[in-house]
């Protein structure tokens, strides 16, 4: 079973905070979510570590 946890993230086109739900249960994981703002695609790239700490790291499709 997957443990979710809620990120708080700022869009990295308009600037909107967003609240992502995170599968802590795989230490890497890289996916695109569309902005519910904006509607652009946004690069996400989350890491957990031994801790159970999550970073969350977004960023624009073209960067």
């Known amino acids: 079973m997957a443990d979710l946890v809620e990120k708080k993230i700022l869009c990295p086109y308009c600037g909107e905070?967003?609240?992502?739900l995170v599968d802590t249960s795989l230490p890497e994981q890289s996916y695109v979510e569309d902005c519910q703002v904006c509607c652009?695609?946004?690069?996400?790239?989350?890491?957990?570590?031994?801790?159970?700490?999550?970073?969350?790291?977004?960023?624009q499709e073209n960067e």
């Open 17 to 20: 905070p967003l609240g992502l």
């Open 40 to 59: 652009q695609p946004i690069l996400l790239d989350v890491v957990v570590d031994e801790t159970e700490a999550v970073e969350v790291y977004a960023r």
